[in-house]
């Protein structure tokens, strides 16, 4: 089973790479764009005897005290078998 | 007064901040793997620059994690000194020793320049022998010290004179063009609340460095069990 | 056993004949791991095939040089018990392929040259060519691949800790399709601590340390033996990635390792990864090795004996052990958190035998491998230098340094495509140089912002040129300067190319190469020791490429005899072709020098007002290949190969000259010291006027005396053998004795003071211009150039 994790600044944080890569895609034509924020995202693979509910409280405590930076970034977990 | 330097994987200004306190300070020091755990032994302990595992997820993220880290905690507690420089400062933000974190520079480059900072307060053991308003000129290395924090905790370190360092230009006016990475308030080092626990964006160990070794020379910290 | 097929054995870069010759040798077909072993030891990569006859004439001895070529890295005595290892190398084919990770993994693999030879890394510097950043066709790419490379270098170097402290960066439409990366790194050993490359000691074991195996890299020795296509982009999954993190742990578990006496022998796993590091281990002791393939530590499933021994995964080593102190190599490394197995022994059949899940896969005498390699002597042939007049009309004119091109190159774009500038360009032709039509304060501007000229700091801010804190010249002076700590002692470093005069005249353009880099390390104070040189050509397979690679290897032996500075490592890089277009051929130099006493360094920039600015050495009319000739005249390299003339060297004079700026910087006279080179006096003038860390901009006042030479040429010629310096006026007395009894040409030139840059030629004002603004222009350029591409590459980490 598979544990996905999505580290993204917090909206109020200024995202300088996110705003590079505006700017890039925008100099190949794509028009339209309101806004890109990058992130980081995270696989986990794990045993399939863990539960869901398990899985989940285990990649969400990874993520708050791992794989995120609470002062500037929120995460997001989904769980799939 | 004794030192120690930790070194962390990827540590790299470990041997800089050795020698400056062998040579130049004049006072006992040793290393500091980051797999051990008594710090009894020492005043003051440094967390020096580098790219401590390889700066991986983010500056100092990981370090944090190191079997030392959690003796550093219990030291700073007990009123023990530690500086952090550079990557040090990434990770006493990333351990919650100190307030905030660093994220990258607003250019997206690292930076390797002579940058000038501010005094903004002497109420440090680390800086009590500086003057308020004294220019430094400092050498920086670093692609991910843009300081930030929210409101609230900015005004309480402005309140509480907590912020240590301010990028500033040759006159000492700290301006925009003047920030080489975009930190909020211009920050370039701060203090926790105690007092007894400084980060600083600069790489220069030795006067940093020097200047910490002899003020807390003289106030020097009482430590319960060393 | 499988039968190989003809389309096998090409595609393993072989020729029918050398294939023919291996199953001679061998007595009968091999197996695929066996040919697969066989083409990356027989390729131009490794074995230097086209190039070990050529190679043999360059001088490598004198009494300083402790370690000759042939290991990883060459090795110099400098003093105190102290040695210095150092080597360039190229990366230039994964470059093009992913900048970011080429570039990064260049600096890894030098980095691992050195300190395989127990030495600390503690200074790398790169050599860069790119293509044109205005180019019409290919600009947005080229600014792409300077993001890249840069941010790579930057990404690779910073997080391991060296300092990045110099080196150059180069644009010409020659390098569009193939920038040149060149890598350098400079470590210390105490003599008595220097390791090798050997397999010594029958029995002894061989240990795997470092990162896990995977596919990745397989076939970048080939790869980089083979002309490039637009195909070749396609390639992009052999290109490996590199972990800095995890060679800083190797350098620290392997200096450890080596200082407990376990270690007998240690090797970098490179290009061709286990297999060139097993088998030069072995030929070099003149033993054999035995290997396990299972064992080594694979970090995909199911690899293949073939994969594992031709994979080019990064940050990796072989180390042969003393026999029974194993035990300890394996604990120094876990320490670490790093892999060290056992995956075989020393045996002392001369074979390199290895086993895997099936039985034995390959069993070769290593002589084989390395003494019975091809050696060609290729074709050479001397291109027909064209008329002057028909040069631009003839399609088949032999550009790049006698390449024949399919198309004629691309013509340089004009240098300012937007700019107000434009219109005092453009329209008056290149024709115009002392007839009025352009102001001499112009043409100063335009080299100023040239990107061949412009300030190099968008680059070298990137590199933490300071970790470690040894640097005592920082990057942008004529040489990088490291101190070497707990000794008086420190080292120059620079790194020089010039592929113009290269491509103009192979023989004279490498000679001034070196007189160049010589140069550049005695304006800093330093006594130049020793050389490493990163030779980049197109195919070796072009008659005149090799008469050029050739002529560059005379040139480049008479001019180390005449420095008496030896060439002790390097590396050559050939096929640098891409779509029938090569590039021109760019031997790069790496000189290092000593000085003796740290007080004695010189620093670059004008010091204080009313100092004395003379010119060592004499201006000549050198301008038909110059950046003159190229931003100012709007010239097209090809024009310029095929008009110009390159300027006369004598080594003689050059010799005079630097032993005179030796002679004043360690007596202590020199307040500064600067190489006139590109952009001529005018530039050179300029830049050391330009603001320093440790003063804000200072004007000059000339009065010049352009002799017979137009005024323009006396500017911004690009004459050799020659410096300009600065001193306290009453040192001038002591000065002038000295230029006179080593007989070295000195002119007057001006005096240090004020805020302009204002010169006077024949009496006549011809520049008069602003030095801040004048430094805006140079420190901008760059930066402004590249700025439009805030890309993703600088991103990528």
Redesign the interface.
Known sequence: MKAKVYVTLKPSVLDPQGKAIQHSVEQLGFGGIEDIRQGKYFEIALDESVSDGDARAAAERMAREVLSNPVIEDFRVEVER | MKFGVIIFPGSNCDHDAYHVISKHVGQPVSFVWHKETDLSAYDAVILPGGFSYGDYLRAGALARFSPVMRSVKEFAARGGLVLGICNGFQILCEAGLLPGALMRNRDLHFRCEHVRVRVESVDTPFTNELSRGDLLSLPIAHAEGNYTCDDATLAEMQREDRIIFRYCDAAGDVTDESNPNGSRDSVAGVCNRARNVMGFAAISPRKCLSVAARASERSRPPLPNS | MELITPEQVAAHNLTPQEYERIKSLMGREPTLVELGVFSVMWSEHCSYKSSRTHLKRLPTRNARVVVPPGENAGVVDVGDGWCAAFKVESHNHPSFIEPFQGAATGVGGILRDIFTMGARPVASMNSLRFGSLDHRKHGARNRSLVHGVV?GI?HYG????VATVGGEVAFDDAYALNPLVNAFALGLVRRDQIFFGRASGVGNPVLYVGAKTGRDGIHGATMASAEFDEEALEKRPTVQVG????E??LLEACLEAMRSGAVAGIQDMGAAGLTSSSCEMAARAGTGVELDLTLVPQRETAMTAYEIMLSESQERMLIVAHKGQERQVVDIFKN??LDAVVIGRVTDTSRVQLVCHEGTVADIPVGYLTDEAPLYERPMRAPKRRDAGEASEDKDVAVGGGIDIVSPAPPTAPVFDDDEQRTQTSDDGRRTTDNGLRDHADSLRLLLASPNVASKEWA??????????NTAVLPGADAAVVRI?ETRRALAMCLDGNGRYCAADPREGAKLVVAEAARNVVCVGARPLAVTNCLNFASPERPEVMWAFSEVIDGMAEACLAFDTPVISGNVSFYNETEGRGILPTPVIGMVGLIEEVSRIVQPGFKAEGDTVVLLGETRDDLSISEYAATVEGRTTDEMIARGRVPALSLELEKRVQEACLRLAAEGLLRSAHDCSDGGLAVAVAESCFST?NRPSVGVDLALCSGTLPVATYLFAESPSRIVVSFDPEAGDRVHEIAEELNCPVTLLGTVGGERLAVKVNGAEEIDAGVNELEQVWRGSLSSRLRA????A??A?
């Open positions: 941010a930057a910073n997080a391991f800790g972990d800095p993190f995890l800083k742990l670490w958190d070298y801010r990137q590199y933490d040129h300071m970790v470690r804190t700590k860390l591409e805030a890309s993703a600088s991103s980490d």
